[in-house]
């Protein structure tokens, strides 16, 4: 029996399309999700743009936005992958989603919406009964899915985590199927936090330009099957690509700061190739971070200078999409997927002056034709979280 685990299905929802082949027609074409914020009032805000998902959620029996977003993508997933009705039903599945934010709104709507000081007790058991692990719980079961359901906050890196941990238990015989992925709803309390942290764009998200000045907050889910190589083959599904290998590391640096040299990050890349048993220069594009704040665009280009000495063609989609949050890197993921079965690579959109990154190629002015066999995700976050993903082609 071999190791191999494949991705059979994908799901997305983002700021720029809502379904695979929109998510990657914005990719290609530059279709930016950054608009004015819709859901609070931004008038007394020093910033007010923000990538929301503009389109109407299918009708759900869920808690909350992110739970909405997480289950739309679970839905395209499974359908994705041709699993569906008794199959799924009956198949163990190991439901893995990884979140920044969770559920905020039954906390945001009556600590800002109406003024209120203090959660009721009623208020705090919504807390209990829509906090962590309920996003993931309510997706497995709204999916009639049999099986754990397990909820990871990594912060910015939860996605990769999530399709680490789903690659893991396939390993390990847990589960027939894995759906995974992360998700996260457009916050107010993130908004507000990024805004004083100063750290927000005024309008445009520049990641690796000299004139960048800031992130923007988004929201989306993308959730992706997995299997074993042979499973799918054995039920005629198409391996869309290889989860080659996967690196997680942490840092304790500093809460919000990542290291200044990237120690974390670059562990996180250096694990990831070992586990896929590759060189750096088998890979041919590097999916980054890059938020587009000063110091961490700075930072991860001192990592990729470090783990690819030879150089690598890299961009950044949250040029366009902005930072989902907990969906960011499974999102992520979804645009190296899709690069392989491509052969093509997006560039850093808005990316006008790059900043001095040696003989790195960063990505620009258009979609480039490509022969690429591996693709690697980089994410970071919040708390010293770092995660790398290594895709193949099938």
């Known amino acids: 029996m071999t190791d191999d685990v494949v991705i059979t299905g994908l799901g997305v929802v983002s700021p720029i399309g809502c379904d695979e082949r929109s998510y990657w027609e914005g990719l290609c074409g530059g279709r930016c999700g950054a608009a004015e914020v819709e859901g609070f009032d931004t008038s007394e805000l020093t910033r007010k743009m923000g990538c929301q998902v503009r389109e109407p959620v299918p009708a759900e029996r869920v808690s909350g936005r992110a739970t909405e977003l997480a289950l739309w993508a679970g839905r395209q997933a499974l359908a994705s992958a041709g699993i569906g009705g008794e199959e799924a039903a009956s198949a163990r599945c190991s439901l893995v989603l990884g979140t920044t934010m969770g559920e905020t709104e039954f906390i945001e709507g009556p600590l800002f919406g109406r003024g209120q000081a203090e959660l009721s007790a ?11 692990g309920m996003i993931a719980e309510q997706v497995r079961d709204a999916l009639g899915l049999c099986g754990p359901a397990a909820e990871l906050y990594g912060a910015c890196a939860a996605g990769n985590m999530a399709l680490a941990m789903g690659r893991q238990h396939l390993r ?11 998700a996260d709803g457009f916050s107010f309390l993130a908004f507000v936090g990024f805004m004083r942290a ?21 929201e ?7 299997e ?8 005629g599904a198409q391996a869309r690509c290889l989860v080659a290998g996967c690196g997680i590391s942490a840092e304790s640096y500093h809460p919000t700061r990542p290291d200044p040299e990237g120690r974390g990050l670059s562990q996180a890349i250096r694990l990831a190739l070992e586990d896929a048993g590759i060189s750096p220069e088998e890979v041919d594009y590097v999916n980054a971070h890059g938020t587009g704040t000063p110091h961490n665009d700075e930072i991860e280009v001192k990592v990729l200078m470090s783990c690819f000495p030879k150089g690598v063609p890299f961009s950044s989609t949250k040029a366009v999409m902005g930072h989902t949050m907990g969906a960011a890197s499974a999102l992520e993921a979804a645009c190296c997927l899709l ?19 040696g003989v790195l190629e960063p ?22 979280y770092n995660s790398a993903v290594v895709l193949g082609a099938s």
Not at 228 to 235: C, K, S, V, Y
Not at 341 to 350: A, C, D, N, S
Not at 366 to 373: H, I, L, P, T, Y
Request: net charge negative.
């Open 363 to 384: 990505l620009m002015g258009g979609v480039r034709e490509a022969k690429c066999r591996y693709a690697l995700n980089n994410s970071a976050g919040f708390g010293g």
């Open 172 to 182: 390990e015989g847990r589960c027939d199927f894995a759906l995974v992925g992360g």
């Open 228 to 235: 074993r190589a042979e499973t799918a083959q054995a039920r």
């Open 198 to 218: 100063r750290i927000m764009a005024a309008e445009k998200v520049r990641p690796f330009d000299v004139n960048r000045d800031g992130m923007m907050v988004g």
């Open 122 to 132: 009623d208020q705090m058991l919504e807390v209990v009964r829509y906090g962590p």
């Open 220 to 226: 989306g889910a993308c959730m992706m099957v997995l």
């Open 339 to 357: 690069s392989l079965e491509e052969q093509k690579l997006v560039p850093t959109w808005h990316l006008s002056e790059p900043m001095e990154t």
